[in-house]
């Protein structure tokens, strides 16, 4: 049975001399696992259309076993993403993070929308670092994570300074500090931005500029949340790690100008 969808490549591994076996998430049927036979050949219809970050429509062939790739349309191949060291590691990051939360063959539209807007959003040269921030607060609750963030988990006020606390998931109020001795102090402009990445959509919220150290602080929340609470670390994380301790190893350096003729 043929079967057309909308997807997009999370990875491709190869197969013997020629193919590959391409990872694809698509809208309609989930995540499927496909060959690519002679994708490896740079003259192969299928060379362009399995490479990872590639969104597009993909013909699969099913059967009983992994479906064949017979043919794909490029809606958008990514190409920026891959050109940019930062870029392309957070995009992998993001990929990655998705792969590991979703079960092959279950349709997440929901979820396929994120990650579309997301590499859409990082190919336009928006931050990918803030961009990876709003798929990992996003993607808590397909890790089974509800955080409470609209108002204190424990009395439900809405107003006065907020925490959040691990232990509760969420947000408490200035009121209930004393349940939680390991809570996190937040500014209000903190827990604004927290909501930001959980419930605003990517395509919504503009080119956001933030400072280093906030972003830091809002991941340090989240990947606590996702070591502790999913029990997940992403071998994509390492590399993301010591990329921003040591940027300047990753950054070209631009060539000095030539000097000045008499």
Do not use: M
């Given at each position: 049975m043929l079967q057309k969808v909308e997807g997009i490549v999370l990875r491709a591994s190869s197969y013997g001399e020629s193919n590959k076996i391409v990872t694809i998430f698509s809208r309609e049927l989930g995540k499927r696992a496909a060959m690519a036979r002679g994708a490896k050949k740079p003259t192969s219809r299928?060379?362009?259309?399995?490479?990872?970050?590639?969104?597009?429509?993909?013909?699969?062939?099913q059967g009983r076993g992994m479906g064949t790739l017979q043919q794909g349309e490029i809606i958008d191949s990514m190409r920026s993403v891959r050109e940019d060291i930062f870029a392309t590691a957070y995009a992998s990051f993001i990929m990655e993070l998705v792969d590991k939360l979703i079960d092959d063959e279950a349709p997440k539209p929901q979820l396929f929308e994120i990650l579309q807007q997301a590499l859409h959003a990082i190919s336009e040269e928006y931050d990918p670092e803030a961009i990876s921030l709003f798929v990992e607060w996003k993607l808590l609750p397909t890790a089974g994570i509800y955080p409470t963030l609209h108002q204190c988990t424990n009395c439900g006020a809405t107003d006065g300074e907020f925490a959040f606390?691990?232990?509760?998931?969420?947000?408490?109020?200035?009121?209930?500090?004393?349940?939680?001795?390991?809570?996190?102090?937040?500014?209000?402009?903190?827990?604004?931005?927290?909501?930001?990445?959980?419930?605003?959509?990517?395509?919504?919220?503009?080119?956001?500029?933030?400072?280093k150290e906030t972003k830091g602080f809002i991941k340090k929340i989240v990947r606590t949340i996702y070591s502790e609470q999913v029990g997940i670390r992403l071998k994509s994380q390492h590399f993301l790690d010591q990329m921003e301790k040591t940027p300047e190893f990753f950054t070209p350096r631009k060539e000095d100008p030539s000097p000045e003729e008499d």
């Open positions: 299928l060379a362009s259309i399995s490479q990872p970050f590639t969104y597009g429509y993909f013909l699969i062939q606390s691990f232990s509760q998931i969420g947000f408490l109020c200035h009121r209930c500090f004393s349940i939680d001795p390991y809570i996190i102090r937040l500014s209000p402009s903190q827990v604004k931005l927290i909501r930001t990445f959980y419930t605003v959509p990517i395509n919504q919220v503009g080119k956001l500029t933030l400072k």
